[in-house]
DNA sequence: AGCGAAACGGACGGCACTCTCCATTTCGGC
DNA sequence: GCCGAAATGGAGAGTGCCGTCCGTTTCGCT
């Protein structure tokens, strides 16, 4: 049921010693990327792997291609969240949670989702769960507005502001990057209550395009 | 005459070309660092600031002392925006722009505070610049506490959340950074305005210190 | 068991960057 | 003008990473 038709199609053929050790792999690389940053070298991921460097290339032939899968999983989970959020009967509150929830994402990856975000060129894949993630999402938001609860004003790039912000407090801030994320989350919650709804001066132009410059 | 700072002593034996070539050199890298990251080659740097590898060398003995050169300047220019906020008779407005100024300036340096926020080492100088901003926001703070303006479980922490979360969409959105910023900036700002205040959770241990982890 | 294909790992060439060394040029006081 | 100290630039040694090549091991079907 997870659906990457053709993808799943390949790795099927995979020899089962050669898919376990793409897991490996794939493990090594989130926690690498999230502790030691971006450019962690391959050789210390294959090591952390247990596997030797061109097994790892086999795999992925790049290490671009291998930054891009493991930020693919990421995304998917940011979907899911937000499905999970659409079943709530409150639209605040799922509107509030799904927000949380993806922030929540944000701090436990601890900087990965940040330092990819920041800084990067084409990837292709991901339409399906960034697709899927960006409407329910839309949906989210029109239900809170409609309910009286969101400001009109709010827009989807609002929540790319957000997430970009969060981004940026969960991997500067170590440890404190749990309690700084909530506290940012709050005040920008805050924010977004229609009660509060104040002057707010431009809109800004920021599609998912912008934040990951790789659809470009 | 003598009895400057050691700092000034030393840099006003440089002869009066080894001077200018400073000042280009860090012009070179101010704008180098922004554009391209902070991970740029010494040599385009130099190319740059049409100066020899050596020369940029003698003048700064590691990569990282010229890049702490550069941060200490963005932060002096911080400490002065602060400084002249705290001339404004609104307490309020004082607060607004001051937040408002440092964004900006971050804008303007596209993407160069944060890469040195997110990722640096030991710098030890900008001890008196960091101090000045510090105390000079925190009279702003709590001038406009007093006013009844800010909300009261406003602390220090927060603005350097604030100015974490700008720099992450200041050098994340390209061209779009300003709109971007200024948008994140009037919401954050309504939210902290006294009439807003909300329950708002947990407090946001978070220093100067752990932005700048150089200083630990 | 036996065998072919698939997977493996480590060594290696190539490249980019950092920082040093030194022969040469430029400054600026006399 | 002259000269020593200061400053300079470019070549190059050292280092670390990327991505590939190839001889060896492991899988899994019969």
Redesign the interface.
Known sequence: MPGHPSQIAERAQLRADAEHNRERILDAAREAFSTR?LDVPMAAIARRAGVGVATLYRRFPSRESLITEVFSDQLASCASAVEEALADPDPWHAFQSAVEKVCAMQVADHGFT?AF???FPQAVDFERARRRAEQGFDEIIRRAKAAGRLRADFVFA?FL?LL??????T????D?AQ??S???V???L????AE?A?????????ALD??IPSLS
Chains 1, 2 share one sequence.
Not at 198 to 206: G, R, T, V
């Open positions: 940053g940040g975000l920041t800084a609002d502001l970009q912000a969060n981004c940026a407090v991997d500067g801030a170590g404190r309690a700084a909530r506290r940012l709050a005040y920008l805050q924010a977004f209550r509060n104040a002057p707010l001066p431009p809109a800004p132009p920021l912008h934040v």
